[in-house]
């Protein structure tokens, strides 16, 4: 059963124009979350997390939202540039079993930024 | 600071064979973990090193596959015999106990078995 869910496995936008990637969990436990960005024949690639004390965390372009009684978050991208063009992957983690600290996935959003 | 790299970055091999992967972390970092993504799915835990100690291996799918870590470097995963549903990309991390639960990964192995 996944405890991670991107129910969007695609994505597109136009250049200059805001991306906004959701990510949906299920597990309360988890109180860790970060985005991975993954190109073609690469590993993902860490972008930016937000702990769960957080609702908001910015970097750049790049801005994260948490939503723990919706247990959702979201991935705002702005402006998106073309070589945004990426899958994006949502991932949580959180003391739960053993205590290790394991990050569940998401299946990927395929974001397309059309020049 | 090189990051982690992973070994072979492609491998085809015949079914009941044995196949070897090796992961290089990032110099220092004490935890290691090996995932594994199959073809348009979720990329899924495999198991986690602290230093030598396997940490949780609670992923590994059954008793073909057996990762090992000594003296608490580079790691490899095992596969042994291969089976077809093993083709997939198999991905390694590593963190810093310092750094939350953000870790790094490699840029993975890719695995064909036919």
């Known amino acids: 059963d996944q405890q991670v869910k991107q129910n969007s496995p695609s994505l597109s936008v136009q250049e200059g124009r805001i991306s906004i990637l959701n990510c949906d969990y299920t597990n309360s436990m988890f109180d860790y979350f970060l985005w991975y960005k993954k190109y073609p024949a690469e590993g993902p690639t860490f972008l930016i997390s937000?702990?769960?004390?957080?609702d908001k965390n910015e970097d750049g372009r790049f801005t994260v939202f948490l939503n723990k009684s919706a247990k959702h978050l979201s991935l705002h991208i702005v402006p998106s540039q073309p070589g945004d063009s990426a899958v994006y992957f949502c991932?949580?983690?959180?003391?739960?079993?053993?205590?290790?600290?394991?990050?569940?996935f998401g299946t990927g959003t395929r974001l397309t930024v059309i020049p | 600071e090189a990051g982690v790299t992973q070994f072979p970055s492609h491998s085809v091999i015949e079914k009941g064979q044995t196949v070897t992967l090796r992961c290089d972390p990032i110099s220092g970092h004490d935890n290691l973990y090996w995932y594994r993504r199959v073809m348009g799915k979720e990329i899924k835990f495999l198991l986690h090193?602290?230093?030598?100690?396997?940490?949780?291996e609670s992923g590994m799918p059954n008793n073909r596959f057996l990762a090992e870590r000594t003296g608490g470097t580079y790691s490899t995963l095992k596969v042994q015999p291969a089976e077809l549903e093993d083709s997939g990309v198999y991905f390694c991390a590593s963190g810093s106990t310092g750094s939350g639960n953000t870790i790094y990964f490699g840029e993975g192995s890719w695995l064909t078995v036919v």
């Open positions: 991932a949580a983690s959180g003391r739960i079993q053993t205590g290790a600290n394991n990050l569940f």
């Open positions: 090193f602290v230093k030598e100690s396997k940490q949780d």
């Open positions: 937000i702990s769960s004390i957080k």
